[in-house]
Nanobody
Framework: VQLQASGGGLVQAEGSLRLSCAVS????????IGWFRQAPGKEREFVGG?????????YAHSVKGRFTISSDSADDPLYHLQMNNLKPEDTAVYYC?????????????????WGQGTQVTVSS
């Protein structure tokens, strides 16, 4: 399974960005997609995740109410992370990842395939 994240960039505080994650390959084997981020000098942290059906989404407390994860098309899966009311502390490289597990998990070890990451920078 290959994942390609895109849509990052520079935005002012309180602005919005929409990241996308294209998934290809043996997509039927991956049940959930997670979004993570890693700021310089910090560990990679869970942002949110969605089940393959799109029926369940889970968010980290720090982004709940500001970020929304959605999915398009079962044949060529495309997952989006809509980020609103961005804050400077949201600055990080954002990654999407795919897991065999049927439920969303926050641990990086639960994910089997990772995209290359896309930089998000929020200026104050």
């Amino acid at each position: 399974v290959q994942l390609q994240a895109s849509g990052g960039g520079l935005v002012q505080a309180e602005g919005s960005l929409r990241l996308s994650c294209a998934v290809s390959g043996r997509t039927f084997s991956r049940q959930t997609i997670g979004w993570f981020r890693q700021a310089p000098g910090k560990e990679r942290e869970f942002v949110g995740g969605i089940t393959r059906s799109g029926s369940t989404t889970i968010y980290a407390h720090s982004v709940k109410g500001r970020f929304t994860i959605s999915s398009d098309s079962a044949d060529d899966p495309l997952y989006h992370l809509q980020m609103n009311n961005l804050k400077p502390e949201d600055t990080a490289v954002y990654y999407c990842a795919a897991s065999f597990l049927a439920t969303v998990h926050a641990g990086t070890g639960q994910y089997d395939d990772w995209g290359q990451g896309t930089q998000v920078t929020v200026s104050s």
